[in-house]
């Protein structure tokens, strides 16, 4: 027995990516090559956190602390496929971040 389609399109979702952001999320993006997924938002502990997924495995790949309280977006490199950095944007605040070395400090 198929249960009925809701009204709106029948959207039905996929998964669930992790369970760091446990509250807001503010911003999200997708990389170039549609592999990998940043957001940010509040973690278990109420800070703030950017995390990069690798969402087609549903894994995290890493988090970072996102060194501010507020952060209006973050935004990979649109023209290159092979990008990975990602732009952190906030009040008073610009921030470029590459994969390699997120995890040690942002340049």
């Known amino acids: 027995i198929e249960p009925p389609t809701p009204k709106g399109g029948g959207w039905t ?3 669930v990516l992790g369970r760091v952001h446990l509250h807001t999320v503010h911003a ?3 990389d170039p090559s549609t592999r990998y997924l940043v957001t940010f938002g509040g973690d278990q ?3 703030s ?3 990069v997924y690798d969402w087609r495995k549903g894994t995290l790949w ?3 602390p996102a060194g501010c309280s507020m952060v ?3 935004r990979h490199n ?5 990008s990975h950095f990602f732009v952190q944007a906030g009040n008073r605040n ?3 971040w590459r994969y390699e070395l997120a995890r040690v400090e942002p340049e």
Request: hydrophobic letters at 40%; aromatic letters at 16%.
């Open 13 to 15: 979702s996929r998964g």
């Open 28 to 30: 999200l993006d997708f």
């Open 45 to 47: 502990n109420l800070a």
């Open 49 to 51: 956190a950017i995390c």
């Open 62 to 64: 890493f988090k970072l």
């Open 72 to 74: 209006n977006c973050v």
């Open 78 to 82: 649109p023209f290159t496929s092979s």
């Open 94 to 96: 610009l921030r470029y």
